[in-house]
């Protein structure tokens, strides 16, 4: 219980104020417990980020086990399961603020390196290439159709974490960025 309160709070605070601007007494702090009692559970701010950034990626390869029927459906029952996600846990939010922060220079290399290890844009695009096969998905070069739809959750996720106030959009409207046009 207690590493995951650690970890919850050492998210929001790199997401809030940065990596390089978050110090382990900050996190320690805001908990109400010492820094050696931090240190017990991670022995740095650098091991703390890492298992962070590695629980990121788990969520981030989970897509890929996604069961679907046409690859339309893929894109649609992706979008829902990360909008339940971050209904159910709003930290789901600040993770995907953190491991888009985590692939930037300025994080320490291996962390950057772990985080950069998942593409889901170049996953994505296959399946963008299957369904403009079968004619659900709009023409386009695939590559390009997943950066901008993943572009688009990446913004609505980080739009949420500081206007939560304001309903997340219906999935069918990020969908329609790939869904083929009617005639």
């Given amino acids: 219980m207690r590493q995951k309160q650690i970890m ?16 382990i ?15 017990h559970y991670y022995e740095s701010k650098e091991a703390l980020c890492k298992s962070l950034v590695e629980m990121g990626l788990q969520a981030a390869k989970r897509p890929e086990k996604i069961e679907y ?7 649609t029952k992706t979008i829902e399961g990360l909008f339940s996600a971050a209904r159910e846990q709003p930290w789901v939010f600040q993770m995907f603020v953190l491991m888009s922060q985590a ?6 290399e291996d962390i950057r390196q772990l985080a950069l290890s998942v ?22 070069e695939p590559t390009a159709l997943a950066f901008a739809f993943w572009c688009s959750v990446q913004g609505i996720m980080e739009q949420h974490l500081i206007t939560p106030e304001y309903p997340l959009p219906d999935v069918e409207w990020i969908t329609a960025i790939l869904k083929k046009p009617e005639v």
Avoid: M
């Fill in 119 to 140: 593409d889901q844009t170049a996953f994505s695009a296959e399946i963008i290439r299957q369904g403009q096969e079968r004619g659900e998905i709009r023409e386009g």
């Fill in 69 to 75: 029927d046409t690859p339309l459906d893929y894109f």
């Fill in 8 to 23: 919850l709070k050492a998210l929001e605070l790199f997401v809030t104020k940065g990596f390089t601007e978050t110090k």
């Fill in 103 to 108: 692939r930037r220079p300025g994080i320490p």
């Fill in 25 to 39: 007494a900050d996190i320690a702090e805001s908990l109400g417990i010492s820094v050696g009692l931090l240190f």
